[in-house]
């Protein structure tokens, strides 16, 4: 067996050896129960990065524990289509070629878009198998699929034949970079430094020379070029400073356009003058008060957000930030720029490319979401849906409580095509997107009935929505039909995931086994985009819930407490952490770092810890792997073949580090189980860790270190026992390592029928606690002979005392009855601690360090032991230094400059090193109090 492991030599032939097997792979089983799970599609452009190192090592950690405990577990695979990600990244490939995708053409284009995803498409698949995700490989599925296709098109065909699809003249979010609508969650909003500019609009009425009322109102915006498209000022009813100007006619300043002063209540008296500008086609807020006071709509702008033929000849073509300056000077000029000021606000940006988005207004297609968000709303408050942590449940009301229309129309040549077509009985239809135009409304009346009918505006005809693609006009006849150009919204498709993969459309006997899933594992990053919207197309479509149980994980940071991003250069790549530490330690490293449903600050040393684990593991296994006389390797197995080994341990449990070691296995075995079923995976981490490597390691095989040199049938039978357990839990963790450590011991001779009898570890059933080897009071006592033996070996390094020097050990406790539990245990404390005797006495020998244990002291005498001038010399230089470094730290953190500027991160760090440095100075001070 090889001295040190080595993940590259393991984890590819070790990943061959389940696919060539076909352990990932799930079908109908009458006689199992299911556990499905469906991994939250990555991107076709994307390549492995550290969300979903995050996103999907819990996911494999869940799949492989639910197999191993006897369920049929079915972990679907796919990609997503990503419409805007997709298209950009297509369209950047064809730039190097000198290439537009209007000059492609439609078809042509979406067939390259095929061709790249082809090429590139998978190359997520085969880096998530580089991590170990043993998904079911089979049923991989993609949402461009034919099949999947056909359930999009389904669902839009159902809710628009329920009235909850309509087509409407909206102001919605648009990305003049990526040229399309976009919905509210695709907007992140970002603080920005900009400016509030105080505009004067001069009254059409002759001025009074005497009157001391100024004969214009002051209207104070952070976009002043958009009051070329003003169609009123508005103020607020109780506003008395403008109590007799509403009714009034205002002159829009460079457009000389006649606008009304309005009253309502929508406005804010506190901002800026209290009065409003209303730009319909520019503003959502606007856009209401249009339709309530029946004002027109005027768009200014191009789909590339340039001024348009409705704005004056010198501002057309600038674009938006250009037309701004020009709008300011010109103001400026003649006297109505009243002042202006820099202001801090939020603006929105396209999620994908970072533009600056505009509210537009457009003809898009929308889904009425409050009456589809009541059952998604109930499932929580009934349970039927729970969420861990369960903090997000109010997260996730209170966005489906103030749920908004959904846009889901996107003007892409990429994704799945609106299944409505237009007859050109009359004249073709507008097709803009088709052209990189966007379906704009330069001046149009109110449109007050926003979802109602679908008309087609160029023909009498209605519009055809069909599930198959229609030859002719149900209505006239023509076979010249167009079909609407726009794309569906790429979550449209994906709200369809849990139940579309097992084929829901043709209701298939996987879609009965499999669903409802059991647990989604999603980012808190997406709980509106995707989550959400899945609970309702679950109960939507299938009228059951698409999952059970909602794992929400926090997100990766880089070790200053600070999102990672390209930008920043802060995102290490999984593969290259994978090639250094192995896909083992990546897992465990960061599963045992990452509280349940917080954020995670990566570092070296996150990655260092798993892997030291991984070595440790591998070391305690060679240990009792290498051969030793007959302990383990020439011991024929005790009793008959057919007699479990768990009945053969309870036999053998003699000693009483056997029995303190067997109690602690089921313990382990009961709380770990308990973690991992909710979802604790950071706390399941932490328990086996100790168990391993404190327990197992620092106590145990240090304890029976001469027994494993010795002929102990005992031994020989609980060892394996124990090894074969700890690789069964380790498992879903650490699946590569566990499971060639699983070979090695099945191929030892010494190990054959004890243990390890299934021919793969991650088909191996899941250990079950025996409660009757769990003793309570071994493993009290067992701790506080531990905490005995810590003591002495920290008065050794505070003294610097050898450690092959036996020492004396007084012992003291007002409790007679803790020195009574420890007196028959005297030689395994006195051989763990290096002592030559123990004595009991209530009285504190001279010159003699001090340690408490619970209700013991413990003391040992120094005086024969060390020079304790010397001794008293050096704790006071140490102690010294250290309330130096102390001071530092101190003035550090009382520094406002420091705590204000500096990163969280950072603070906490210098908050750990003040707790660290105050333990050490108590410590050397009570150590000189000692002496």
């Given amino acids: 067996m090889e001295s040190v492991y080595q993940p590259k030599n393991t984890e590819d032939r070790i990943y061959k050896f389940w696919e060539e097997k076909g352990y990932f792979y799930a079908n109908i089983n009458p006689h199992k129960k299911p556990f499905s799970l469906v991994i939250p599609p990555p991107n076709i452009t994307g390549i492995l990065h550290m969300g979903h190192v995050l996103d999907n090592t819990p996911q494999d950690i869940m799949v492989r524990f639910r197999r191993m405990q006897g369920y049929e577990s079915c972990w679907v695979p796919g990609t997503d289509h990503a419409g805007i990600a997709t298209q950009n990244a297509v369209e950047k490939a064809l730039n190097e070629e000198n290439l537009k995708r209007d000059a492609l053409g439609r078809n042509e284009f979406v067939r390259r878009v095929w061709q790249w995803k082809e090429k590139y498409g998978n190359t997520i698949i085969q880096q998530l198998k580089k991590l170990g995700c043993s998904c079911d490989w089979k049923r991989l599925r993609f949402t461009m699929d034919e099949d999947y296709s056909n359930a999009v098109k389904e669902a839009f065909l159902r809710l628009y034949e329920k009235a909850l699809v309509y087509q409407g003249n909206y102001i919605i979010n648009w990305c003049p970079r990526c040229q399309t609508a976009l919905s509210d969650e695709e907007v992140e909003h970002e603080q920005v430094e900009g400016g509030l500019y105080w505009i004067k609009y001069p009254l059409m009425e002759i001025p009074n020379p005497k009157s001391q009322i100024p004969n214009y109102v002051v209207v104070a915006t952070t976009r002043p070029e958009t009051m070329l498209g003003d169609t009123a000022v508005v103020v607020h009813p109780q506003d008395s400073r403008y109590k007799n100007k509403v009714g009034k006619t205002l002159i829009l300043p460079l457009v000389n356009r006649e606008i009304p002063i309005i009253a309502d209540e929508i406005v804010e008296r506190d901002f800026g003058s209290g009065a409003v500008k209303v730009t319909p086609a520019h503003d959502p807020n606007d856009f209401m008060i249009a339709q309530r006071h029946n004002l027109a709509f005027i768009n200014i702008m191009t789909p590339d957000a340039r001024m348009n033929e409705n704005t004056p000849v010198k501002y057309q073509n600038l674009d938006r930030f250009s037309a701004r300056k020009e709008v300011i000077r010109d103001l400026s000029e003649m006297g109505l720029l009243e002042k202006q000021e820099k202001y801090l606000h939020s603006v929105g940006h396209c999620y994908r490319c970072e533009t600056m988005i505009e509210p537009y207004l457009s003809m898009q297609w929308f889904v009425r979401m409050k009456p589809l968000a009541e059952p998604a709303i109930k499932s929580v408050h009934t349970e039927e849906i729970r969420f861990y942590p369960e903090h997000w449940t109010k997260v996730y009301l209170n966005w489906l409580e103030n749920i908004r229309d959904w846009c889901i129309s996107r003007q892409l040549w990429w994704g799945h095509r609106i299944p409505v077509w237009y007859c050109s009985r009359e004249q073709n239809p507008k097709s803009p997107s088709q052209k990189g135009e966007a379906h704009s409304a330069p001046v149009v009346a109110c449109p007050t009935k926003l979802g109602g009918e679908i008309r087609n505006p160029k023909s009498d005809c209605p519009p055809i929505v069909s599930r198959e693609t229609p030859d002719k006009c149900p209505k006239c006849g023509n076979s010249n039909l167009i079909q609407d150009p726009d794309v569906l919204d790429t979550w449209f498709s994906s709200w369809l995931w849990p139940f579309a993969v097992f084929g829901w459309d043709k209701e298939i006997d ?165 973690a991992l079923e909710t979802y604790e995976f950071s706390q399941a981490a932490h328990i086996i860790y100790h168990f391993f490597w404190s327990d197992l390691c620092d106590w145990y095989l240090e304890i029976i270190k001469t027994r494993l040199y010795s002929d102990d049938k005992t031994i020989a039978e609980i060892i394996p026992h124990l090894f074969s357990n ?163 730290v101190r003035q550090k953190l009382a520094n406002k400059d420091f705590t204000l500027k500096a990163p969280e991160s950072v603070i906490e760090k210098e908050q750990q090193k003040l707790q660290e440095l105050t333990t050490q100075s108590n410590n050397l001070e009570e150590a000189l109090g000692n002496l």
């Fill in 510 to 674: 996987d879609l009965r086994y499999f669903y409802p899933t059991s647990v989604l594992n999603s980012g808190k990053d997406i709980i509106f985009f995707w989550v959400a919207r899945m609970v309702i197309a679950g109960y939507e479509f299938t009228d059951k819930p698409p999952f059970r149980d909602i794992y929400i994980h926090g997100i990766a940071r880089d070790s200053l407490g600070r999102k990672l991003s390209k930008s920043l250069g802060n995102s290490p790549d999984p593969l290259d952490l994978i090639d250094k530490y192995g896909a083992d330690a990546l897992r465990f490293g960061l599963m045992a770092n990452i509280p349940l449903g917080g954020d995670i600050n990566l570092s070296e040393e996150v990655y260092e810890s798993g892997r030291n684990f991984c070595n440790k593991l591998w070391n305690a296994s060679r240990l009792v792997l290498t051969p030793y006389g007959a302990s383990i390797s020439g011991v024929v197995p005790l009793g008959t073949t057919e007699k479990p080994t768990n009945e053969r341990t309870k036999e053998l449990k003699n000693c009483f580090e056997d029995k303190w070691i067997l109690s602690r296995l089921n313990t382990t075995i009961r709380d770990y189980t308990n």
């Fill in 726 to 888: 700890l690789l069964r839990l380790l498992h879903p963790f650490i699946p590569f390592i566990t499971e060639a450590l699983w070979q090695k011991f099945r191929e030892h001779p010494g190990y054959i029928r004890k243990g390890f009898d299934e021919e793969a570890l991650i088909i191996a059933q899941w250990p079950k606690e025996d409660t009757s080897l769990i003793e309570v009071e071994a493993e009290k006592t067992m701790d506080l002979l531990i905490g005995i033996i810590r003591g002495v070996r920290n008065i050794r390094n505070n003294f610097n005392i050898d450690r092959k020097q036996k020492l004396r050990l007084v012992l003291s406790s007002e409790q007679d009855n803790d020195l009574e539990i420890i007196r028959p245990y005297q030689a395994l404390v006195k051989y763990q601690a290096n002592l030559d005797r123990i004595e009991y006495d209530n009285k504190r020998p001279s010159h003699s360090a001090t340690e408490i244990v619970g209700a013991l002291k413990l003391f040992i005498p120094l005086e024969a032991v060390i020079d304790i001038e010397l001794e008293r010399k050096r704790l006071q230089t140490r102690l010294l230094k250290v309330k130096e470094q102390l001071e530092k």
